[in-house]
């Protein structure tokens, strides 16, 4: 199959948009999907990946096929672009086939990768001499201070702004500052949940036994039966009142284990207004993230 450099390819025009230093980081976010795993062949140089194009409902996308010993084909979509694993006797017109008729899920997937970077970059942002954080809603500079005790990160607080002081190195990483500003952020999500908890059960009459850190990808916070609540550390990115709206709806499922009016009702009373938070945390991508 040619490769046509002509056209402008999906992935450079989806992140084309995004600021340099957030392509930078885009690598750093998938650190899991670093590089396709290679056939024994491939990596001995018989069979090396291709860098192919398709166009998929009029939209020219390069991808990379890697060719192995395998009985099927395998779509991988990442931040990295798009990866296909095929046979080694796949023809190109059944491949092309293949990729034309899965063409509406492979875009709405570069989508979502793309909602993801730009909720990356929005959460954390790194520069020369520092950066900044998402705490709460809003925008917080960090430095690293090689001064401070190993692990003791601090908040300091400014007339005119705060700072992020992490106990690192001044040649600290990405990784690395995107590790330290996790730690910290777990630790304050752990004293603030447990304060809006401790608000909204008395106001709903409930009783949570036990507060949980969470680490999913997929939700913001759960509940179960036996009282405990599970709240995603992610949510200290959030503005407050998105956060509140979490908490109260998990401590309304303590009291009623489904999503029916009866739910709602309970919701309401406490967060009249819980609609536009609920639309606002649907603006925000759960995922791959440095911290």
Known sequence: ??????????????????????????PLAGSREVA???????????????????DLAGVPLDYTLILCRRKSVGLRVGLHGFTVRAPLGVQPAELTRLLQSKGSWILRQLQSQQSRAITQAKNFSFGPNG?????????????????????????????????????????????QVG?????????????????????FAAQMGVQPTRLALSNARTRWGSANRQGVIRLNWRLMHLAPETVDYVVVHELAHLRFM?????????VAQVLPEFKSQRQRLRGEVLGEELC
């Open 179 to 199: 590790a330290a500003i996790g730690e910290w952020l777990r630790e304050q999500a752990r004293v603030y949940f447990g304060q809006r908890l401790a608000l």
């Open 36 to 54: 396709p795993a290679l056939h024994p062949k491939q990596r001995s140089g018989g069979i090396p990946p291709q860098k192919r194009r398709i």
């Open 131 to 175: 950066g900044q954080c998402r705490y709460l809603g809003e925008p917080l500079a960090w430095v690293c201070d090689a001064s401070r005790p190993a692990g003791v990160h601090q908040l300091q607080v400014g007339a005119a702004a705060s700072v992020l002081c992490l106990a690192l190195p001044e040649a600290a990483g990405p990784q």
């Open 258 to 266: 489904h999503h029916g009016p009866a739910f709602w009702q309970c």
């Open 1 to 26: 199959m040619p490769v046509t450099r002509s056209a402008p390819n999906l992935w450079t025009s989806l992140l084309g948009g995004l600021a340099p230093w957030m392509r930078a980081l885009l």
